[in-house]
C-alpha cells in the first residue's frame, strides 16, 4: 500500500542545517507532483514546498529550503538551510493525487518534528 | 494569495447530532478546466491529516456517508450528519486551484459536548 516515512527532524541551532527524507512506498515518485507541508506547535497547516514539473517554494523558505528527489530511490528531500525559531514544526511530505486518486493532497506521512532552538 | 476562511474555529457538538464547517476564499476557486479544487482534510488528535473530500464534493475511499461536502465558486461547506465520538479533531479546508501557495483554513476544532 501507498506508505510516505518521513525522517531526519531533530533539535536544531538557529543559522544551522538539517536534511528531511520522505521514502515512498507502493507508488513511483516520478509520477506525482510531490509536497512539504509543515505544522508549528499547536498550529494549523502551511504548505512549504512543491516539486513536480516546478519546483515551487512558499515565500517564507524560498532561498533557504530546497526541495529534491532521487527518484532510482523513490525519495524525496528537503534541505533546510540557514533554520530559524519559527520553522519549528512538524514536517509531512505529502502526495498531490492524479485524475485517479483525485487531484489535492491525497497521502500523507507521519511526520517529522523540526525543533530550531539554542 | 488565496485566503480561506473558516467558520466557526471551535464547535461544541452532542453526540448524534449534526454539524456544519464554513468555508470561504477570498476569490473564486473554478479552475480554467472547469473544476474546482477545493479539499477537506480531518486531522484527528496525535494524527497526521487525512483527506476525506477532493474536489468539493468528492468522497475519499473509507470516509463514513455521514460526511458530505457541498458549495461552489467561493463559499463552500463540511456537513457531518450524525456526530460520533472518532470525529472529534481538526478540520481544514484547503485550495489547490490558485497556486502557489496551496492554502489552508486556519482549522475547525470538533469536540463533544
Known amino acids: 500500500q501507498v506508505q510516505l516515512v518521513e525522517s531526519g527532524g531533530g533539535v536544531v541551532q538557529p543559522g544551522r542545517s538539517l536534511r528531511l527524507t520522505c521514502a515512498a512506498s507502493?507508488?513511483?515518485?516520478?509520477?506525482?507532483?510531490m509536497h512539504w507541508v509543515r505544522q508549528a506547535p499547536g498550529k494549523g497547516l502551511e504548505w512549504v514546498a512543491c516539486?513536480?514539473?516546478?519546483?515551487l517554494y512558499a515565500d517564507s523558505v524560498k532561498g533557504r529550503f530546497t526541495l529534491s528527489r532521487d527518484n532510482s530511490k523513490n525519495t524525496l528531500y528537503l534541505q533546510m538551510n540557514s533554520l530559524r525559531v519559527d520553522d519549528t514544526a512538524v514536517y509531512y511530505c505529502v502526495r498531490d493525487g492524479d485524475d485517479s486518486t483525485g487531484y489535492g493532497f491525497d497521502q500523507w506521512g507521519q511526520g517529522t518534528l523540526v525543533t530550531v532552538s539554542s | 494569495d488565496v485566503v480561506m476562511t473558516q467558520s466557526p474555529l471551535s464547535l461544541p457538538v452532542t453526540l448524534g447530532q449534526p454539524a456544519s464547517i464554513s468555508c470561504r476564499s477570498s476569490q473564486s476557486l473554478v479552475h480554467g478546466d472547469g473544476n474546482t479544487y477545493l479539499n477537506w482534510f480531518q486531522q484527528r488528535p496525535g494524527q497526521s491529516p487525512r483527506r476525506l473530500f477532493y474536489?468539493?464534493?468528492y468522497r475519499d475511499s473509507g470516509v463514513p456517508d455521514r460526511f458530505s461536502g457541498s458549495g461552489s465558486g467561493t463559499d463552500f461547506t463540511l456537513k457531518i450528519s450524525r456526530v460520533e465520538a472518532e470525529d472529534v479533531g481538526v478540520y481544514y479546508c484547503?485550495?489547490?486551484?490558485?497556486?502557489?501557495?496551496?492554502?489552508f483554513g486556519q482549522g475547525t476544532k470538533v469536540e463533544i459536548k
Open positions: 474536489k468539493v464534493s
Open positions: 484547503m485550495q489547490g486551484t490558485n497556486w502557489p501557495p496551496w492554502t
Open positions: 507502493g507508488f513511483s515518485l516520478v509520477k506525482y507532483a
Open positions: 516539486g513536480g514539473t516546478n519546483t
